[in-house]
């Protein structure tokens, strides 16, 4: 239920977030504001720039490989890709209780209801 009336709540702020950006783009005295928020309109326009890809080559049978040494391999192409997804997205893993989490949660709901 949370997530949904979150959902819905930033549905309906989408077009006035929109129209800062634009504001941002066209009046900041700022070079780089302008830049960032004309990227970020085009990105949600659908003409992000093309990423890079990372390819992870494997050089050997996978058929004589152990079951031990498949989920070694794969927990390393996992890692890789993690690593340059948070990277290229600039986010970070948190780890959090569930209490931290409700707690959260909570603090999320009270704004939204403000």
Request: charged share 25%; aromatic share 6%; hydrophobic share 40%.
């Amino acid at each position: 239920m949370f997530f949904e009336n979150l959902q819905s709540d930033l549905t309906l702020c989408a077009p006035k977030a929109l129209s800062g950006i634009g504001h941002l783009m066209e009046h900041s005295e700022s070079d780089t504001v302008k830049l960032k928020a004309a990227q970020d309109i085009l990105d949600r326009a659908g003409f992000k720039a093309v990423d890079r890809k990372l390819v992870h080559q494997i050089n050997f049978d996978l058929q004589d490989m152990t079951s031990e040494q498949l989920d070694e391999e794969l927990q390393g192409v996992y890692q890789s890709w993690l690593d340059n997804y948070l990277h290229t997205n600039n986010l970070k893993i948190v780890e959090m209780t569930d209490e931290e989490i409700a707690e959260l949660e909570h603090g999320l709901e009270g704004k939204m209801l403000s």
